[in-house]
């Protein structure tokens, strides 16, 4: 299972000073060093954490995968469009959650997302979207003609019983299935950590996840080599 790491909160420092450190690429290249299969940032309509630049510059030096989290607006689609990421990935966006909610509701604003893939896609950018588990968002993802989806995992990673951690797993694992079974790539991620990674490892149908706050907040004792190559020894299965 592939390992993309969300850098967003090394920008999140350096924003709090409005500084120049610590710089988002040195994180980059550190965590493709030891053994990261892409890098993920979220370029925000509020840039509180990375900024345009950032994803320019990031797109030169990436050596992996850039997957860049943004709203689908018309303003986001045609920055991309002029950077070229490897990938981006859409999500929803509010302007004062402290991180995004939930996952797409990709039912409600199919037109709207088709076309924004439609122009993507023009650009050589592959398309992912961040999803809730349910079946009828990733028939949905799979009918406005995305590329991928990213399962969000948050329901199972801040169940507090047993019996709505496994109905939650549950969840993820027949969204993967079906989102196979039509094609999808599946990614999944957020709120995964250290100790709750290895349920997820072993869903088959599942080849990447996108971590970041947990990689990061440990890589502020450890360093961020040990972090990320520690995250990525628990991806093996
Ligand atoms: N996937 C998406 C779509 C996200 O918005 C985020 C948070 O930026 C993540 C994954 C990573 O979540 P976490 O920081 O909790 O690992």
Redesign the pocket.
Known sequence: MRLSV?I??IATLREARKSYEPDPLFAAQLAELSGADGI?V?LRADRRHIQDRDVSLLKEIVKTKLNV?MASTNQMVEIMASIQPHQV?L?PEKPNEV??EGGLDVILNEAQLRQSIVRLNSHNIKVSI?VDPDLDQVKACSKIGAQAI?I?T?RY?TSKSKKTRSEAIKMVEDCAKLGIKLNLEVLA?????YKNVKPIVKIKEISEL???????ARSVFVGIERAVSEMKALLEV
Request: cysteine-free.
């Open positions: 969300n967003d909160h993920t979220h989290e990935t999500v991180t995004t961040f990213e969000n948050n990673a991620g957020h709120a995964l950590n996108n971590i970041g706050h947990s990689i990061i």
